[in-house]
């Protein structure tokens, strides 16, 4: 298994930070956090694109997704939503990155029409990630929060570069066993994804084992050689601890998981 952490808990960190915190802390990658307000973004020029790829090679460390979000259920036009696949397309592969993740947004819409409206998008948008070795993945999250959910609209994409993200917070909030989770993302799944937290009722980020999430379990049902990514949302929870003085222990722990009972979560 690789180990990759978010710069979501990093947020606004240069990414020559990030990248040499990964490295002096056993981390193959990092997920980037592709949005205007960090660093490198889709609106980021030619330059500085190369000069992230130059820093990340030097240090040893892949950019594995660029976390991005366009939300392709969401109402409204396709070209906006189609645009912005693009560009996260465009980035992660200036990075080399495999994958781009994208969020489903379908709000209130009905179940149909959300589903229609995210089969639709990445159905157009599949054929141009294809050419640029790019892989879309729909992250478990909002509307479509279960793995259940989430398969519903790739089973009907039914595209090799369209997948899953499996965010193991949010298929836990929506009731859904992990061993669940993996049967339904069996055929799509891109990555894992873990954080722990405090309780269903508080979301407050902490250090990996600490928390209420199944982790064990989850990851007992994940690829061996897939990339397992900590997602520690700083970003959100401004008086949760920083990330860096948790890296070196959060590193082992994620290590450890396969090994450790499944019946708890820890």
């Not at 781009?100 to 819409?109: E, K, N, Q, T």
């Amino acid at each position: 298994m690789r180990y990759a952490f978010s710069t979501l808990g990093l947020p606004g960190a240069p990414l020559d930070r990030a990248a040499a915190l990964a490295a002096s802390h056993g981390f193959e990658g990092i997920e980037l956090r592709a949005h205007p307000e960090e660093p490198l973004h889709p609106g980021s020029p030619a330059g500085a694109r190369a000069a992230a790829l130059r820093t990340l090679t030097a240090a040893g460390v892949a950019v594995f997704a660029v976390a991005g979000y366009a939300r392709v259920a969401a109402p409204g036009a396709d070209e906006p939503v189609l645009a912005e696949l693009r560009a996260l397309v465009r980035l992660a592969a200036d990075l080399q990155a495999p994958c781009v993740r994208v969020f489903p947004g379908g709000g209130d819409l009905p179940q149909e029409a959300a589903d229609g409206n995210a089969v639709r998008r990445l159905l157009a948008a599949a054929p141009f990630a294809e050419r640029h070795g790019v892989r879309i993945l729909l992250e478990t999250h909002d509307s479509h929060r279960t793995a259940a959910a989430t398969a519903r609209v790739l089973d009907a994409v039914a595209h090799p570069s369209v997948g899953a993200l499996w965010d193991v917070l949010h298929t836990w909030l929506g009731g859904e066993p992990p061993a669940a989770s993996r049967r339904a993302l069996a055929a799509h799944l891109g990555y894992v994804q873990v954080k722990d937290v405090r309780s269903a009722h508080d979301l407050t980020p902490v250090q990996l084992g600490a928390g209420a999430l199944p982790l064990a379990e989850a990851v007992a049902t994940a690829t061996p050689d897939g990339w397992l990514c900590w997602e520690y949302e700083k970003r959100w929870y401004p008086d949760a601890a920083e990330l860096p003085g948790q890296l070196a222990a959060g590193r082992a722990y994620l290590e450890g998981l396969p090994a450790r009972p499944a019946m708890t979560g820890h």
